[in-house]
């Protein structure tokens, strides 16, 4: 890469705080993969590692001899890596990065032992075995001795809701934020006064989930938390810095509540073409909300409407009759 271009891919932020895009650009991911270094001086955390491009490498090493001062040094250049979800934009990186990490130490032949950096990343739930099993060629290709295993050997130390890091610049707290994914976490930055949200709110568009009750209660949640751990600034994992983030969170769950009102008012009415079966589908629930959008947007709002009628379901407020995928039989309690 050319030095301009690598340079216009890094972004200091705050004193302690620098971005690095991951050189993913794309439909879903916008200009690419955010990935955040913390601290003020070694050892450094970093969040996120990208998916494995190898663009990203020079740039990393770019950063991190952007900021690391002259000399030799007893510390490692980075501690610590953390994981925001399992997706592979987030994750797939980490091979390439952890032998960055050593090369880079090695090349500065301080004569003392590597220190490896520690892994962290929220645990996924038993039951989410699909999940794990894309993790898993990635945590095998990881290179002989680059990191530092947990307690049980495992190559992730598990995060916990609340939970604490101290760094060179001051601290900052994981909060469990699922919804996006089972996984998904944001990190208080409080020296920033600002929440890294990874997918969970993008610095563009509307982000994705997998559950949206649980996602709708994270939102709330991200909003409960400003209550006692002011922040306005988000970091997110795709797209630029928000400014103006609690405002961005209410606009998301306002979405959101928007469109299951929607859905609700499409449900009181008569089924279009219907015969004895006097029920709509996700299908032609989505036909009539989506009616004046383009046909190719159809299909990706069926999944939105699936995990909307899912919710419903889960609140008590409509049952699922027959059927299977976009074909299948949605009815208000009420009517039943």
Known sequence: ?????VLASITRLSPSIVRVVAQNPGKFTLQGTNTYIIGRQRPYTLVDTGEGKEQYVPVLEAALKELLPSGKSDNTDVSDIIISHWHGDHVGGLPSVLALLRRLWDERDTGLPFTPPRL????????KLSERSDLSPIINSLPLNSFTPA?????????HDGQEFITSSGSFHVLHTPGHTHDSICLFIAEDRALYTADTVLGQG????????????????MLDYSRSNPYEVLYPGHGPVVSEGTALIETYIKHRLEREAQVLEVLQTTPPNSDDNLSWTTWTIVSKIYQGYPDSLWTPAAHSITLHMQKLKADGIVKQLD??????RWALNSKL
Do not use: C, W
Request: overall charge negative; charged content about 25%.
């Open 120 to 127: 962290h990343k929220f645990p996924l739930p038993a039951n």
């Open 151 to 159: 307690s049980d050997h495992s190559a992730f130390h598990d995060l």
């Open 323 to 328: 059927g299977e995928g976009v074909h299948t």
């Open 1 to 5: 890469m050319e030095a301009l271009e």
């Open 206 to 221: 509307t982000a994705v989930f997998e559950d949206l009750q649980l996602y709708i209660s994270s939102l709330r949640k």
